[in-house]
């Protein structure tokens, strides 16, 4: 009897002293928190980096923690550079995201720091993939659907460049009705599934942002690709000129007047095409 209410007792003492150590490791791992936080909003990402790291190591399971981590390195990460070095920096990145959707499967915010990393270093594959995600969870996400729309678009103008070049011609941005049939049938197949989601991914960011005068400009740019797809329908290539047209309007009243409203001086909270609280 006396040998097991020591042991109890042992036991009970060693509980409680991992619950102080967890507990501790906590109150460490905000503080740590708290100076990265700091050090990032001053701009010494390597600083907080550091402090962010040390802070996931204290307590795992703090996500917060991941996610300004993961923020940290994407400074580090160069727009368009696919060096290994660059491409290593942006995958540790990606893999702090991963980590939170672990915890938070349904984290749109990590959903879209992955697509916008992959974006960054031209995977336009995989950022598509992930802002797909990001619709999945949040259908009337503008700047997902944008952002899709984007890519088909550049996916759609790089596969007309490519084959305008080769046969020595340049975009004429009109539809190129005077390029050869052997370079613009081969195009317009193509890229019309390419422009088919454009649309329809740029419609939608319009539709759940009207003022959304950047996805109204791509639909412009869309609808010219349209009208390469539409080589040898004169009627139709007319049509999709005349949309493009009617697109570039639109994107700069819309612009004019989300200028306008900026420049209007205090007025409460306003929000910008990239979701930003100005």
Not at 88 to 109: E, R, T, W
Request: aromatic residues 6%.
């Amino acid at each position: 009897m006396i040998r097991t209410a020591r042991f109890w007792a042992l036991a009970v003492t060693i509980t409680g002293v991992v619950l102080g150590m967890s507990g501790c490791n906590q109150l460490m791992a905000r503080d740590q928190l708290n100076k990265g936080v700091e050090a990032y909003k001053n701009g010494h990402y390597d600083e907080a980096i550091e402090h962010f790291q040390k802070a996931t190591e204290l307590d795992p399971r703090l996500p917060m923690a991941k996610t300004y981590l993961g923020k940290a390195l994407e400074q580090d990460i160069a727009p368009g550079v696919t060096t290994p070095d660059n491409l290593k920096m942006a995958n540790q990145a990606i893999d702090i995201f991963k980590d939170v959707l672990a915890q938070k499967p349904d984290d749109v915010n990590s959903m879209k720091e992955i697509a916008g990393i992959y974006f960054s270093v031209n995977d336009m594959d995989d950022a598509e993939t992930w802002q797909k995600k990001v619709l999945e969870v949040d259908p009337n996400d503008p700047e997902a659907a944008y952002t899709i729309g984007v890519i088909d678009w550049k996916k759609a103008h790089q596969n007309k460049l490519n084959a305008l070049q080769a046969a020595g011609l340049n975009d004429d941005g009109k539809g190129n009705v005077k390029a050869p049939k052997n370079v613009m049938v081969p195009l317009a197949k193509e890229n019309a599934p390419l422009v088919d989601e454009g649309l329809k991914y740029l419609t939608m960011a319009v539709n759940d942002r009207p003022n959304y005068d950047a996805a109204m400009q791509y639909l412009n740019l869309i609808y010219r690709n349209k009208a390469d797809v539409d080589y040898g329908n004169p009627s139709a290539v007319s049509q999709d000129l005349a949309m493009a047209d009617e697109w570039t309007a639109k994107a700069l009243g819309t612009r004019k007047e989300n200028e306008e409203k900026k420049d209007q001086g205090p007025g409460g909270i306003t929000i910008d095409n990239n979701g930003q609280m100005h």
